[in-house]
């Protein structure tokens, strides 16, 4: 790697428009699959309705920007919270608020969905803690994306 | 041709026996399965190979049914999500999995076991019902039941391949009631060859829904439906009056018992 192109989470790309235009398919209004607000994790509440025996969604920010089927493949028949593991602060609530999901909110399993970049790991880490110091044990899915929208990969954590 | 597809297994293979060879070398261990009711569309879809080892196998079982000809065998459609990759069982699955584990140690021990089998002495007699006691309480009621009135459900009960689960899990049960029987006639043949089949009933069994089945169904599960049978199970641990720590201590000492035996 370049040393001018520094970290990768914020390293420039420019995605080939052209072959991404030849290859979408012809769609009509795709509808939004949100459910609830508010999403970002400093402003949900744990225990709000919406999360009681859900399946939750974490997701880092920028997945639903990459992830072109986001609404459809992923938010669908979900509850959501995002976060930025990389920019976030006081991220000791996010992990008292994800306990309290599995704990109180009872929810049935949770989804962490992350972009490529190493930095994107540590909401896996913290769902990780969160799950490890809870009472209850939920199945816990992760998502990895790349940086064009592709899933690189896309498994069960050890429960 | 396509009618092979939507032929049973047992029955091509019965006909054109080189298919069983084909199979092995895929992994596709149809030859000792004692009901072979799976359609050979089926088997080669539910096994996740790739496309190339897949118009492979068709091109080698073709050959198999008329190698003279220049058959064509179609490509069988592949269930929804499955692909070749290392598998990750998802929790549920992983539980059903690792109960396994006590399971085959089990049936590592049987050869042993009827090696040294005594009807006449009341500890012997102990070891072969603490022995079927393993076998009924948590082979059977601990873990199949979690299969038969869980997980079943949520597939199609009349499918091929939960009809051939079911029948490995009532020919066990079969079993076990034979070995009970002759162990009040003290009948120590019958005990002998029932534990025999036994083995050799559960290793396959176990072996196909590890390798074939579970990462099958696994894909067919909403993440919503694994957190649902991941609660469900979790109930059944909690409730149910079956301690597989007892069990596990009962392995435990057995192997330890062998062992010294042995040495």
């Known amino acids: 790697m370049d040393k001018l192109e520094g970290c990768p989470g914020s390293r420039m790309m420019d995605f080939n428009k052209t072959d991404k235009e030849n290859t979408e398919p012809a769609v009509g209004k795709i509808n939004s699959q949100l459910t609830q607000w508010p999403i970002q994790m400093h402003l949900i509440n744990p225990s709000a309705p919406y999360y009681q025996g859900a399946d939750v969604l974490l997701t880092a920010d920028c997945v639903a920007y990459a992830l072109g089927d986001f609404h459809r493949d992923y938010l669908k028949d979900k509850s959501i919270a995002i976060a930025c593991p990389k920019l976030d602060q006081g991220q000791d609530v996010y992990l008292e608020k994800i306990k309290a999901w599995i704990d109180e909110a009872k929810i049935n399993t949770l989804t962490v969905l992350i972009m490529q970049v190493p930095c994107c790991g540590g909401l896996l880490n913290l769902a990780q803690q969160a799950a490890d110091g809870a009472k209850r044990k939920v199945p816990i899915k992760y998502v990895v994306v790349g940086v064009q929208g592709e899933i690189l990969q896309e498994e069960w954590a050890a429960a | ?263």
């Not at chain 2, 003279?68 to 549920?92: L, M, N, V």
Request: proline letters at 4%; a negative charge; hydrophobic letters at 35%.
């Open chain 2, 1 to 263: 041709m396509e009618a092979y597809l939507d032929k049973g297994i047992k029955e091509i293979i019965e006909e054109f026996p080189g298919v069983e060879d084909v199979l092995s070398d895929y992994d596709i261990g149809c030859g000792p399965c004692n009901v072979g009711i799976c359609l050979l569309k089926d088997i080669v879809a539910i096994h996740r190979l790739s496309d190339e080892q897949e118009s492979q196998l068709m091109a080698r079982i073709a050959r198999a049914i008329d190698p003279d000809q220049d058959i064509r065998i179609p490509h069988a459609e592949k269930k929804t999500g499955t692909k070749p990759k290392d598998f990750t069982y998802s929790p549920p699955m992983k539980k059903l999995v690792d109960e396994h584990v006590l399971i085959k140690r089990w049936i590592a021990l049987i050869p042993e076991v009827v090696k040294n089998l005594d009807v006449e002495s009341e500890e012997g007699r102990r070891l072969i019902l603490d022995g079927i006691d393993m076998i009924r309480s948590y082979a059977d009621k601990y873990h199949h039941a979690k299969e038969e009135d869980i997980l079943f459900k949520y597939f199609d009960e009349e499918a091929d391949i939960l009809k051939v689960m079911h029948e490995d899990h009532t020919r066990a049960r079969a079993l076990v009631k034979e070995m009970l029987a002759a162990l009040e006639k003290r009948d120590k043949q019958t005990i002998v060859e029932n534990l025999t089949a036994y083995r050799e009933l559960l290793s396959e069994h176990i072996r196909k829904e590890d390798e074939i089945l579970y990462p099958w169904m696994d894909n067919q599960l909403s993440t919503h439906q694994v957190g649902e049978l991941f609660a469900k199970f979790d109930t059944v641990d909690r409730q149910i009056d079956v301690s597989p720590r007892k069990y596990e201590a009962f392995i435990d000492q057995l192997e330890k018992k062998i062992k010294k035996q042995e040495g």
